[in-house]
Nanobody
């Protein structure tokens, strides 16, 4: 019914930038919170960023503040994660998600993308 398709992952040098995109099909999600999570090898999935339906409420994981920017385009049913000054510790599988409420808890999100690998090399 609803699919979230991610793109933009790949290999990038430390200090570089990368832009991830997530597009939803099957349903308009303009009333949902759009979020980003990531999971590194051997670690639990963690919250990275989220943006409210009006783009007025934005939150970030402390370690990415000032480096990552989340945005959304409701007309295109798409949201983005711009990552700058990337570090090796940012290496992970990144997942986009959509939820009913603005939270950092992954269990509150309703829809999930398939994940895209981001690898930051030295």
């Amino acid at each position: 019914q609803v699919q979230l398709i991610e793109s933009g992952g790949g290999l990038v040098q430390a200090g570089g930038s990368m832009r991830l995109s997530c597009t939803a099909s099957g349903r308009t999600l303009r009333n949902h919170v759009m979020g980003w999570f990531r999971q590194a090898p051997g670690k639990e999935r963690e919250f990275v960023a989220a943006i409210s339906k009006s783009s007025k409420g934005i939150s970030y994981l402390e370690s990415v503040k000032g480096r990552f920017t989340v945005s959304r385009d409701n007309a295109e049913n798409t949201w983005y994660l711009e990552m700058n000054s990337l570090k090796q510790e940012d290496t992970a599988v990144y997942y986009c998600a959509a939820g009913r409420w603005s939270t950092t808890v992954e269990s509150t999100y309703e829809y999930w993308g398939q994940g895209t690998q981001v690898t930051v090399s030295s």
